[in-house]
């Protein structure tokens, strides 16, 4: 346990140094972690043995955060147009040795790991209370990750899908949901007390409560690629919680449905 939470202070630590440089810091702080990311889902899985595949993979995550800045649709088209015609040309040129499933997997994997997390530091950008956003959207998920986590050992009872990850109780869930919209109602006040102004109370929680169940949802499709590849961790990069992806699989369906929440508060004010 002390382990765990060093490395969080630290990891913590270096997310606000990162958050106190220019923007361009944290889009290359996210292409870091996209990166990583696929590589050890890769690695997990045995695609990393198709050396071309996890190349471009790999490029197309480094690329993935930059897509969030102003009129990059143009870099986006390319680096997607990039990316499938080398999977695809990679299928034809090794086909005998490649099934095409592995191929389906490499671009499923690549595009929701990449996009997703991505999409933390896409709501940084969006606009004037980005950097409100970009916070929400941890709180949201790592605090239902907390909420859940202290729930489940002192109140878990009922298993929530034991054949994938036979320590999710429905309690858990539960007191994850209520800590996940309580920290972000929380986070909605200190920011108005400190910053002067925080989107509406009722957008804050709505929010909260919408996406939070997401973050069990990524963390479940994290744990069934662990155990169908019969490992427990997707490496030891992080003390005391694994891997990259250990740390920001909840993040993966939760940011690209926030940002597209925000868009939606946008359209209709």
């Known amino acids: 346990m002390k382990t765990r939470i060093l490395t969080a202070v630290i990891g913590l630590a270096l997310l606000v140094g990162v958050l106190l440089l220019p923007p361009i810091a944290l889009y290359c702080a996210f292409s870091l972690i996209c990166a990583l990311a696929v590589y050890e889902t890769f690695s997990v899985t045995g695609l990393k043995k198709h050396r071309c595949m996890l190349v471009f993979s790999l490029l197309f995550a480094v ?87 202290f729930a489940g050992t002192f109140f878990g009872k009922h298993k929530l899908c034991p054949e994938i990850s036979p320590k999710k109780t429905v309690e858990g869930l539960v007191g994850g949901w209520v800590f996940s919209v309580a920290a972000a109602l929380l986070l909605s006040y200190i920011w108005q007390r400190t910053a002067g102004v925080a989107p509406l109370y009722w957008q804050v929680a709505l929010t909260a409560f919408l996406l939070s169940p997401l973050s069990v949802v990524g963390d479940l499709f994290a744990s069934t690629i662990k155990r169908q590849s019969g490992t427990k961790d997707f490496g030891n990069i992080m003390p005391g919680h694994g891997g990259i992806m250990d740390r920001f699989d909840s993040l993966v369906f939760v940011a690209p449905l926030l940002f597209a929440l925000l868009h939606i508060f946008t359209l209709f004010g």
């Open 63 to 149: 690329a993935a955060p930059f897509f969030g800045v102003a009129d990059s649709r143009l870099l986006f088209s390319a680096a997607l147009a990039i990316f499938v015609l080398a999977l695809v040309l990679g299928q034809l040129r090794h086909h005998a040795d490649i099934p095409l499933s592995e191929t389906g997997l490499a671009f499923f994997c690549t595009m929701i790991l990449s996009v997703g997390i991505s999409c933390t530091a896409y709501c940084r950008a969006l606009n004037e209370n980005g950097l409100f956003y970009f916070i929400l959207a941890l709180i949201i998920a790592w605090g239902n990750d907390t909420g859940a986590y």
